[in-house]
């Protein structure tokens, strides 16, 4: 059995079908493709930049991130605090 072989058209479009959101399984039946091939091709011509990222950069994008959290958690403990102490009865109360 020889092997068919598809334009680069073609194959872009269904790269562009697949990254608009279709299943690369979807977009394989429905152009009478194997889903391997489909697949094949998006890691070929794929414009969307994976998920994934670069490992370092979501490391130091993480690290960044669990500081604010730490930040943020830190305010949010000391307005808890000031609001106990505020709201205790007999506390003199500046005007």
Same mark, same amino acid.
């Given at each position: 059995? @020889?092997?068919?072989?598809? $334009?680069?058209? +073609?194959?872009? @479009? !269904?790269?562009?079908?697949?990254? @608009?959101?279709? %299943?690369?399984?979807?977009? !394989?039946? $429905?152009?009478?493709?194997?889903? %391997?091939? #489909?697949?094949?091709?998006?890691?070929?011509?794929?414009?969307?930049? @994976?998920?994934?990222? /670069?490992? =370092?950069? /979501?490391?130091?994008?993480?690290?960044?991130?669990?500081?604010?959290?730490?930040? !943020?958690?830190?305010?949010? $403990? *000391?307005?808890?605090?000031? #609001?106990? *102490? +505020? =709201?205790?009865?007999?506390?003199?109360? %500046?005007?």
């Amino acid at each position: 059995m @020889s092997q068919q072989k598809y $334009d680069e058209p +073609f194959r872009r @479009s !269904a790269v562009q079908l697949v990254e @608009s959101g279709q %299943s690369g399984a979807q977009v !394989a039946r $429905d152009l009478g493709v194997p889903a %391997s091939q #489909v697949y094949a091709w998006c890691r070929k011509y794929r414009t969307v930049p @994976s998920t994934h990222g /670069n490992a =370092s950069e /979501n490391q130091s994008e993480v690290a960044k991130l669990r500081k604010e959290l730490a930040l !943020a958690r830190m305010e949010l $403990d *000391i307005l808890k605090k000031a #609001v106990t *102490i +505020f =709201s205790q009865p007999g506390v003199p109360r %500046s005007r």
